[in-house]
């Protein structure tokens, strides 16, 4: 209890200095953590392997969440900032870091609904040849 108290009201913060990508809550979904610690040593027995302790935040606010141990072969580092990362998690997944965006889904939707059309139209033209 006295450690909490210290870590919470003391001039000891938690940091995180790694951001991971975790198969989170099930296999297929994807969540963005922060490396906590190395795991503990039963866990590490338990599960065979080397393991770490990842935590993985709720949005809007990303001070809750949940702390999972994950195999350390199951984690993936991300290459972006923690700040970037809070960012992301805080809105929703709104705010990608810049380096990381994506098209937008709107234009993965309407390149998708022309697929159709422009495939047609090359046949069209190929036998028109």
């Known amino acids: 209890m006295k450690q909490v108290v210290e870590m919470i009201f003391g001039e000891k913060q938690i940091s995180f200095n790694r ?68 960012r992301f998690v805080l809105t929703g997944g709104v705010l990608v870091p810049p380096q990381q965006a994506l098209p937008a889904a709107d234009t993965i939707e309407a390149q998708a609904a022309a697929a159709p059309e422009a495939r047609a139209q090359r046949s069209t033209e190929g036998s028109n040849a």
């Open 19 to 86: 951001v991971v990508l975790v198969e989170y809550p099930r296999k297929g979904i994807w969540s963005v953590g922060f490396l906590t610690s190395a795991g503990m040593r039963d866990i590490r027995d338990q599960a065979g392997e080397d393991v770490l302790t990842v935590f993985v935040p709720s949005t809007p606010t990303p001070f809750t969440g949940f702390t999972i141990t994950v195999a350390r072969s199951e984690v993936i580092d991300l290459p972006i900032s923690v700040d970037e990362a809070i």
